[in-house]
């Protein structure tokens, strides 16, 4: 059966340094979402990958969908306090899953 | 506020009695989405509408679980004679589907349930 890993499952990081979640599969994704949920918070919608290659940003987030879209990351370039929370990778439509989440943690 | 709202917030209760969690989605979204969230874990798949018709059921939906959205537009969720397994967030999501378009879900604060 498909099997999505997310890693690290924690990161602990200095504020200003970069941070990069991986979300790894063992078949061939049709898209994948990124959720953020802060403490105490709901997930929110980040990003939606869904082409072959394909890069997107946001301000300081970089998103990518690998070229066999097996895999994906979520890069933050010189990390805010702000960016504390858990960063899930979700794959499907509807009945979507997410995966295990890396939670972040910055250090001011 | 024209987000997802969920009523109550937290909920405490006895193990044995019945719950009933609602979800009010966005106004004109005509999907809407259950999830359980435990600590430490991401959200778990539950139930969805598309309307009023509940389409697929996850199998962590135990018969002491039922929901519905009568109207199409709010949701309950109920629990049965429920267990201290049952501790959790219960979060709610909404997307508006339209064909040949991807949706994207957008979540509610979630209910938290603790059972004694």
Redesign the interface.
Same mark, same amino acid.
């Given at each position: 059966g498909q099997q999505v890993m997310q890693i690290p499952q924690y990161q602990h990081v200095q504020e200003g340094e970069d941070f990069t979640t991986y979300c790894n599969s063992s078949t061939t994704l049709s898209?994948i @979402?990124w959720y953020k949920q802060r403490p105490g918070?709901?997930?929110? %919608?980040l990003i @939606?990958l869904?082409k072959s290659g394909e890069v997107k940003k946001q301000k300081r987030l970089t998103f990518q969908f690998g070229e066999a879209k097996k895999n994906s990351s979520l890069h933050i370039t010189a990390t805010q306090t702000t960016d504390v929370g858990t960063y %899930?990778c979700v794959w499907g439509? @509807?009945?979507?899953? %997410?995966?295990?989440?890396t939670k972040l943690q910055v250090i001011p | 506020d024209t987000g997802v709202s969920q009523d109550p917030r937290h909920k405490i209760t006895k193990r044995g009695q019945n719950v009933t969690f609602r979800c009010d989605p966005i106004s004109e979204h005509n999907?809407l989405?259950w999830y359980r969230q435990t600590l430490g874990? =991401? $959200? +778990?798949?539950l139930t969805?509408f598309q309307n009023e018709a509940q389409? +697929?059921k996850?199998r962590l939906l135990s018969d002491r679980f039922s929901a519905e959205r009568p109207k199409g537009s709010f949701s309950t969720l109920e629990i049965q004679r429920t267990e201290q397994g049952d501790s959790a967030m219960y979060?709610c999501a909404s997307s508006l589907q339209i064909t040949g378009l991807? +949706?994207?879900?957008?979540? =509610? $604060? =979630?209910t938290r349930l603790l059972v004694l």
């Open positions: 898209n @979402q918070g709901h997930p929110v %919608f @939606q869904v %899930f439509y @509807q009945k979507v899953t %997410f995966g295990t989440g | 999907r989405y874990q =991401g $959200p +778990e798949f969805y389409l +697929e996850s979060l991807r +949706e994207t879900q957008y979540f =509610g $604060p =979630g």
